[in-house]
């Protein structure tokens, strides 16, 4: 299917691969860049590079990934490690009969790509990733094994997303998508914005002005829809 998008012609697909279906957009022809994106995005966050990349005469992939917008949501907890991340990653190369592609990843969908071109270095041949650097294996502790041994465990907001009240916390994505937006930015004072070592300045708190006016309306309006679907 065709999308009608500010800065040219996308092509939507739904793949399927690994037991869930994946909404995929491309733009441009040429060798094959797959963007992974993080939380709390879609596929849509990518559309200007997307946009710049095809333009640059390559062959622009961004996705929604499992548990995001238009792709499957798995209730099983389980079935969103790294392991199956990177198989999606796989499965989508397959099923468009690409042989290899450079990825480009952000915040999770960074962990992602630097184990992806780990475990298959034969079909990713370049890596690009913002604000999440690699972990070789073997490097000792992770992050979150260092910090749950200083006792931060109820300081550091990752551990909070992974208690089992965190879905019931983050269900209103109306509320949380612009609440996310606002306080990780600019905006707010100082004293207020988010700090991810202190649980009273979470990301996890209603915006004051709704919808921040960096943040490009359709985009967010698209994101909270996404976020809304069950099926």
Same mark, same amino acid.
């Given at each position: 299917?065709? /999308?009608?998008? #500010?800065?040219?012609?996308?092509?939507?697909?739904? /793949?399927?691969?690994?037991?869930?279906?994946?909404?995929?957009?491309?733009?441009?022809?040429?060798?094959?860049?797959? =963007?992974?994106?993080?939380?709390?995005?879609?596929? #849509?966050?990518?559309? $200007?590079?997307?946009?710049?990349?095809?333009?640059?005469?390559?062959?622009?992939?961004?996705? &929604?990934? #499992?548990?995001?917008? *238009? @792709? @499957?949501?798995?209730?099983?907890?389980?079935?969103?490690? +790294?392991?199956?991340?990177?198989?999606?990653? +796989? %499965?989508?190369?397959?099923?468009?009969?690409? *042989?290899?592609?450079?990825?480009?990843?952000?915040?999770? %969908?960074?962990? +992602?790509?630097?184990?992806?071109?780990?475990?298959?270095? &034969?079909?990713?041949?370049?890596?690009?990733?913002?604000?999440?650097?690699?972990?070789?294996?073997?490097?000792?502790?992770?992050?979150?094994?260092?910090?749950?041994?200083?006792?931060?465990? &109820?300081?550091?907001?990752?551990?909070?997303?992974? $208690?089992?009240?965190?879905?019931?916390?983050?269900?209103?994505?109306?509320?949380? =998508?612009?609440? +996310?937006?606002?306080?990780?930015?600019?905006?707010? &004072?100082?004293?207020?914005?988010?700090?991810?070592?202190?649980?009273?300045?979470?990301?996890?708190?209603? @915006?004051?002005?709704? /919808?921040?006016?960096?943040?490009?309306?359709?985009?967010?309006?698209?994101?909270?829809?996404?976020?809304? #679907?069950?099926?």
């Amino acid at each position: 299917m065709a /999308i009608a998008d #500010r800065n040219g012609p996308m092509k939507q697909t739904h /793949i399927e691969t690994n037991g869930v279906t994946l909404n995929v957009v491309e733009q441009g022809d040429g060798p094959a860049v797959l =963007f992974v994106h993080g939380f709390p995005d879609g596929w #849509r966050g990518w559309r $200007r590079q997307m946009a710049a990349v095809a333009a640059a005469g390559y062959r622009a992939i961004s996705f &929604d990934t #499992r548990g995001y917008g *238009e @792709s @499957s949501k798995p209730e099983d907890p389980a079935l969103y490690t +790294v392991l199956y991340n990177v198989g999606d990653l +796989v %499965g989508i190369l397959a099923k468009l009969g690409i *042989e290899r592609a450079t990825l480009v990843g952000h915040d999770f %969908g960074a962990t +992602v790509s630097w184990n992806a071109a780990v475990m298959r270095p &034969d079909l990713f041949d370049a890596v690009f990733c913002l604000s999440v650097p690699p972990v070789l294996p073997g490097a000792g502790p992770s992050m979150l094994e260092t910090l749950k041994a200083a006792g931060k465990e &109820d300081a550091f907001y990752m551990f909070r997303h992974m $208690r089992p009240e965190a879905d019931q916390e983050w269900a209103d994505a109306a509320t949380t =998508f612009p609440g +996310v937006l606002y306080w990780a930015s600019g905006l707010p &004072d100082a004293s207020e914005a988010w700090n991810p070592m202190d649980p009273s300045k979470s990301l996890n708190r209603p @915006s004051p002005i709704g /919808i921040p006016p960096f943040a490009d309306c359709e985009d967010v309006e698209t994101m909270i829809a996404g976020f809304d #679907r069950n099926d």
